[in-house]
């Protein structure tokens, strides 16, 4: 399987600058072997959060039509980072994935929202833990956001339901950025799974975000990884090596669920 990650920069409040830009990346960046395309957490504005009521999205509207647009002309599965979304009043984090044949696969709104970003000032969180969902190779696979890296309860469910990878999504600040590495390669390892980490970068006047997005194998070795700038990860995985190490380590099967409180 074949994967891009692309580490963009996102205009703060923008929605229509952004959709641009990530339609010119697919158009000038996109490889023809490439099987998945990844993007970063709440493309759509960024953490404009204060405008979100005006700038949101309603029920993916504008949101899925693009993405789903972008994945049948290119023929590839998008992992399409997450965007902020309004559904009944609220507004969520809301993260999705649609398949090359233009279908929506997946559907996630983020359950653990960042205080150190007033998130919770004017989100609401998800209710629903990230379920495991199948490419269009047939990988099983799951998709979560940003500071839900933070809790590894919530990659347990997916995993030990069969995921072999996991796209966590975000905008994670230059300031925290060992928690980034460290945690992503920890989830790499307790789970025997591939781990990719999309993160956008640059300065939006309010936060600067790391960049570093990193693909991580089972083993928790880093096979390709991106610095601080714009910039697209390229990199082939080899999905047998997750059932390789699954039988060479094998922790889903000497979970004790019955003793763990």
Same mark, same amino acid.
């Given at each position: 399987?074949?994967?891009?990650?692309?580490? $963009?920069?996102?205009?703060?409040?923008?929605?229509?600058?952004?959709?641009?830009? @990530?339609?010119?990346?697919?158009?000038?960046?996109?490889?023809?072997?490439?099987? #998945?395309?990844?993007?970063?957490?709440?493309?759509?504005?960024?953490?404009?959060?204060?405008? =979100? &009521?005006? +700038? %949101?999205?309603?029920?993916?509207?504008?949101?899925?039509? /693009? @993405?789903?647009?972008? %994945?049948?002309?290119?023929?590839?599965?998008?992992?399409?980072?997450?965007?902020?979304?309004? @559904?009944?009043?609220?507004?969520?984090?809301?993260?999705?994935? #649609?398949?090359?044949?233009?279908?929506? $696969?997946?559907?996630?709104?983020? !359950?653990?929202?960042?205080?150190?970003?007033?998130?919770?000032?004017?989100?609401?969180?998800?209710?629903?833990?990230?379920?495991?969902?199948?490419?269009?190779?047939?990988?099983? %696979?799951?998709?979560? @956001?940003?500071?839900? +890296?933070? /809790?590894?309860?919530?990659?347990?469910?997916?995993?030990?339901?069969?995921?072999?990878?996991?796209?966590?999504?975000?905008?994670?600040?230059?300031?925290?950025?060992?928690?980034? =590495? %460290?945690?992503?390669?920890?989830?790499?390892?307790?789970?025997?799974? /591939? !781990?990719?980490?999309?993160?956008?970068?640059? &300065?939006?006047?309010?936060?600067?975000?790391?960049?570093?997005?990193?693909? $991580?194998?089972? &083993?928790?070795?880093? $096979?390709?990884? +991106?610095?601080?700038?714009?910039?697209?990860?390229?990199? &082939?995985?080899?999905?047998?090596?997750?059932?390789?190490?699954?039988?060479?380590?094998?922790? /889903?099967?000497?979970?004790? =669920?019955?003793?763990?409180?």
């Amino acid at each position: 399987m074949k994967v891009q990650l692309f580490q $963009i920069y996102i205009e703060y409040g923008q929605s229509e600058k952004n959709m641009a830009k @990530i339609e010119q990346w697919f158009e000038d960046k996109l490889e023809s072997d490439t099987d #998945v395309v990844v993007i970063p957490e709440m493309w759509n504005n960024g953490y404009a959060l204060e405008k =979100l &009521n005006d +700038l %949101a999205d309603e029920n993916l509207r504008n949101s899925l039509p /693009f @993405i789903k647009n972008l %994945a049948q002309r290119y023929q590839v599965d998008i992992v399409a980072g997450s965007v902020s979304n309004k @559904i009944d009043r609220n507004i969520y984090n809301t993260a999705f994935t #649609v398949s090359s044949s233009g279908k929506c $696969i997946n559907h996630y709104n983020k !359950i653990h929202l960042v205080p150190m970003l007033r998130e919770p000032d004017f989100m609401s969180p998800g209710v629903n833990v990230p379920e495991p969902f199948a490419l269009s190779d047939g990988t099983l %696979a799951t998709q979560i @956001i940003c500071y839900d +890296l933070r /809790f590894p309860e919530l990659l347990r469910y997916p995993a030990r339901s069969g995921a072999k990878v996991a796209f966590y999504v975000a905008q994670w600040p230059t300031v925290r950025l060992n928690h980034w =590495l %460290a945690l992503l390669k920890a989830r790499a390892i307790e789970n025997d799974m /591939f !781990i990719i980490g999309t993160n956008s970068c640059g &300065n939006d006047g309010q936060t600067d975000y790391a960049g570093h997005s990193i693909v $991580i194998n089972p &083993n928790g070795e880093v $096979i390709g990884s +991106l610095e601080s700038e714009e910039d697209v990860l390229s990199v &082939n995985i080899d999905i047998n090596e997750v059932t390789k190490q699954r039988q060479s380590i094998p922790v /889903f099967d000497n979970l004790k =669920l019955d003793l763990y409180k």
